[in-house]
């Protein structure tokens, strides 16, 4: 069975950057995933963050991220990665990576569409 664990998160001040990773184990590759990242704060519902496809090569924001964050993937070392830069006190959360298989390439914003979840990492940051 697949396993996925986060790592990286941290304090940090506003303007800052963090680097977080997700590696996958359980399978010979995680070539074959769809991987994701979410959030959630206390009370709130886990949102999207942002996804990537099977092999890297497509990529989606949430609007409250894009031009800060990016997400990529390194599949011989069973990794992917989310690179926080210019953060802001709103980022503050606790971070989810998500996994599952699909023979598509479609890029999948909902956390109904994941199988597979990080225990999460706490990112915070602060004015």
């Known amino acids: 069975q697949v396993q996925l664990v986060e790592s990286g998160g941290g304090l940090e001040r506003a303007g800052g950057s963090l680097r977080l990773s997700c590696a996958v184990s359980?399978?010979?590759?995680?070539?074959?995933?769809?991987m994701a990242w979410f959030r959630q704060a206390p009370g709130k519902e886990r949102e999207f963050v942002s996804a990537?496809?099977?092999?890297?090569?497509?990529?989606d924001y949430a609007d409250s991220v894009k031009g800060r964050f990016t997400i990529f993937r390194d599949n011989s070392k069973n990794t992917m990665y989310l690179q926080m830069n210019r953060l802001e006190p709103e980022d503050t959360d606790v971070y989810y990576c998500?996994?599952?298989?699909?023979?598509?390439?479609?890029?999948?914003?909902?956390?109904?569409?994941?199988?597979?979840w990080g225990q999460g990492t706490q990112v915070t940051a602060t004015p």
């Open positions: 990537i496809s099977q092999a890297g090569g497509s990529t």
């Open positions: 359980g399978v010979p590759s995680s070539s074959t995933y769809a």
């Open positions: 998500a996994a599952d298989r699909y023979l598509d390439l479609v890029l999948r914003i909902s956390k109904e569409d994941y199988r597979e």
